[in-house]
């Protein structure tokens, strides 16, 4: 079973088209993220949901949304898609690492390229 | 704030051969967390190894080891006897303990190609 699956793993469209990424988790973590990965690899998170509630939102266009219905789930929901918004989008997870004695890492997804033409 | 430098965009030597990837970060936090991540040609990110900032000991698992040292703010990666599966971005990162939730400021990565 997969730790953590996203879907689809390649989406290719149009500009200004609305798609969505779909993530899950069967970890039972409590904290999920959504990091972008540009062309040159470079990778940045963009927002990290803990018990579905909102903890860090970085600096990420309002058309970038995430949904979490459960915290198993964290989706992202993307409006009026730009040029500039192709990159790999992963989905991650972990335990709450405010408890640092444990020794949690994070677990990524597998990644979805996401091509806007 | 937080920066993750790794210097070495790309390494390229022959199977069999020892690598070390550098990898020199900045904080101003007392806690933090530093991890290495491979990312093979398949794309998936790899968890390697996660290190607190209060544990200077080295690492070694297998042909892989880590050298931190707090004094130089560096947290260098060692491949002995490198092989063709090494092939990979390696991404050293990190994440600062007060943000509670990892975090993590990632390095730039340095691609790796070990050729037979």
């Known amino acids: 079973d997969t730790a953590v699956s996203q879907t689809p793993k390649y989406l290719v469209t149009q500009m200004g088209n609305d798609k969505s990424i779909k993530c899950e988790q069967n970890l039972g973590h409590d904290t999920m993220y959504w990091y972008k990965q540009d062309s040159k690899k470079f990778l940045k998170i963009m927002f990290s949901?803990?018990?579905?509630?909102?903890?860090i939102n970085e600096t990420v266009p309002n058309r970038f949304s995430p949904k979490s219905p459960d915290k198993a789930h964290l989706n992202l929901h993307i409006n009026s898609l730009e040029l500039g918004d192709s990159a790999v989008y992963f989905c991650?997870?972990?335990?709450?690492?405010?408890?640092?004695?444990?020794?949690?890492?994070?677990?990524f997804g597998s990644g979805t390229q996401l091509s806007v033409l | 704030a937080q920066k993750v430098t790794q210097a070495q965009t790309e390494i390229s030597v022959v199977e069999k051969e020892d690598v070390t990837l550098d990898c020199v970060y900045e904080?101003?936090?007392?806690?933090?967390?530093l991890f290495w991540y491979k990312q093979p040609p398949s794309g998936e990110l790899v968890f390697l190894i996660r290190r607190n900032s209060f544990d200077e000991q080295n690492e070694i698992s297998g042909r892989y080891s880590w050298n931190f040292q707090k004094s130089t703010s560096s947290f260098n990666f060692t491949i002995t006897a490198s092989q063709v599966v090494d092939s990979a971005v390696y991404f050293c990162?990190?994440?600062?303990?007060?943000?509670?939730?990892?975090?993590?400021?990632f390095g730039t990565g340095t691609r790796l190609l070990v050729s037979p």
């Open positions: 990162a990190l994440s600062e303990a007060w943000t509670g939730f990892q975090k993590l400021v």
């Open positions: 949901y803990n018990n579905k509630e909102l903890i």
């Open positions: 991650a997870s972990s335990q709450d690492l405010a408890d640092t004695s444990t020794n949690e890492k994070l677990f």
């Open positions: 904080t101003r936090d007392t806690t933090y967390y």
